[in-house]
């Protein structure tokens, strides 16, 4: 096992809200529902959104890209993506928490 891929080590590449771009065409590995078996899902020069950031064996950042042209979020690799634009900050007075706080 080679210690150096764990990409869990260091930040996430990109940020949920990040453009970016698929560098190759991406096939169901049996795990995308309602798809074939080696399907072609997003084609290389597709256009999406990061929307969730997961993990897979502990060692690597899988990233929820939202294809909305195509309906689409599947899962991908930071080496299948290349940046084209950083999520814009959020609001000065943006609140994370959805629902109300408790009082202190």
Not at 19 to 30: A, E, H, M
Not at 44 to 66: A, D, P, Q, W
Request: hydrophobic fraction near 30%; proline fraction near 12%; charged fraction near 20%.
């Amino acid at each position: 096992m080679n210690d150096t891929n764990i990409e869990l080590w260091g930040p996430p590449t990109l940020e949920q809200g990040d453009k970016v771009v698929s560098c190759k065409d991406v096939r169901n590995d049996g795990t995308y529902p309602g798809a074939r078996m080696g399907e072609v899902l997003i084609r290389k020069g597709e256009i999406g959104y990061v929307h969730s950031i997961g993990t897979y064996l502990n060692r690597y950042y899988i990233y929820g890209v939202e294809f909305i042209g195509l309906g689409r979020v599947v899962g991908m690799r930071a080496s299948e993506l290349t940046l084209l634009q950083p999520a814009p900050p959020p609001p000065p007075d943006y609140d994370p928490v959805p629902y109300p706080r408790s009082p202190s």
